[in-house]
């Protein structure tokens, strides 16, 4: 499994994955596939592996990385326009690193417990969000 990529190989997958996307029928078999698991609260907690998973970018627009995160902001956590600069600054002088961890870290992912977060510029020392 091709996990990461360098130059337009990666883009050009992305493209690839975005035009076949998943068809109403699929979503269907999907649900269908899932809809007798048992519910997370009754699942049973089982020691599991850790995995550390990193992530470089490139931000090369910080106003569109801000008004995504601006977005994010507004819909999924329903922040004022005064919160979401005192989170991610204005967007005439973005936060950059604010930006990045609202819009790549998840408030959880189902079945894991977050044990880690650093984030830097390259070339800094990591800090903890």
Partial sequence: MKVASSGD?????????????ICHHDRERIEKMFSDTKPALDAVSTPGREFE?????????PTSLWRAAAMH???????SPD?????????????????LIALALPGRLPGCTMLNVLLA?????????
């Fill in 73 to 79: 902001c507004a819909e999924e956590a329903a922040h």
């Fill in 83 to 99: 919160e979401i600069t005192d989170l991610i600054g204005p967007v005439e002088d973005p936060s950059i690193e604010d930006c």
């Fill in 9 to 21: 190989g990666l883009n050009s997958d992305n493209r690839q994955v975005q035009k076949r996307g």
């Fill in 121 to 129: 510029p390259d070339g800094a020392e990591a800090q903890r969000p």
């Fill in 53 to 61: 998973f990193t992530l470089k970018l490139r931000v090369e627009c």
